[in-house]
């Protein structure tokens, strides 16, 4: 029996979180630079879109740039920049043609104008289509958007849009980046590192978490279907006991 058949459709997660790690391992391994690395990254995305929408996953969330990124060799900042307003000019038909809306969250603001301006472009072409929401993080992390909502939420207070009172978890998950997109129940983490890197963390409270030690650029189809099978083994409780869940289940 392959990988697919093992899934049960009628348990797929409706929201997987990828942390894509590895390309410059990756790269090194093979005598090449970091950035052949990010450019075979690209083709792994292009891969696991592919197969999260003949799945029929609804969400796919993929960490692509955060905002700890802007650290490293400018070189390489720039090669990045460049290989994101290449990607998106080169996946937007890919996009349409598989029915896929793009999203973004972040501080896009940083971006160079030529990102900014291709991505709007995507984001424009794809906004009419109906199947599988990507939502691409760029120059994104967790700590960032808990202050950008404690900042808004802050401001609505002092003109009293809101009552401090009334803070509750409702009103800090309308403020997030993610505001109208459901909770990932499954965070994928490439490339062996077992940490999170201050993403999602609002968010994941309640995902499984899955790590692999395969390299981003070699994860693809199969990879993703290990990590689903691997979820669908699993009990979420959220925080009741084996015999209220199963109880509800019957």
Request: hydrophobic share 35%; proline share 3%.
């Amino acid at each position: 029996m392959s990988l697919k058949e093992q899934i049960n459709f009628d348990r797929l997660p409706v929201h997987i979180a990828i942390i894509m790690d590895g390309n410059g391992r990756w790269a090194l391994q093979r005598g090449e630079d970091r950035i052949y690395g990010h450019q075979k990254g690209v083709e792994a995305v292009r891969t696991v879109i592919e197969g999260a929408t003949e799945l029929g996953i609804k969400y796919i969330t993929l960490y692509a740039f955060s905002t700890e990124n802007w650290n490293r060799p400018w070189n390489e900042v720039e090669a990045l920049m460049e290989l994101m307003v290449h990607s998106l000019t080169e996946e937007t038909d890919s996009l349409v043609k598989n029915n896929n809306i793009l999203k973004v969250m972040g501080d896009i603001e940083r971006l160079s104008p030529a990102v900014r301006q291709s991505l709007d472009e995507t984001l424009k072409r794809t906004s009419v289509c109906k199947g599988m929401t990507l939502v691409v993080a760029l120059s994104y992390s967790s700590r960032w958007e808990m202050v950008k909502v404690v900042k808004d939420i802050a401001h609505k207070a002092i003109s009293g849009e809101i009552d401090p009172d009334n803070i509750d978890y409702g009103i800090i998950e309308e403020h997030l980046t993610t505001k109208g997109i459901p909770d990932p129940e499954l965070l994928v983490r490439t490339s062996g590192e077992l940490r999170i890197s201050n993403f999602l963390l609002w968010q994941i409270a309640y995902s499984e978490l899955y790590f692999t030690e395969t390299l981003w650029p070699d994860f693809g189809k199969e990879e993703l279907y290990k990590a689903i099978i691997d979820y669908q083994k699993r009990e979420r409780r959220f925080g009741k006991t084996s015999e209220q869940v199963h109880k509800n289940e019957s």
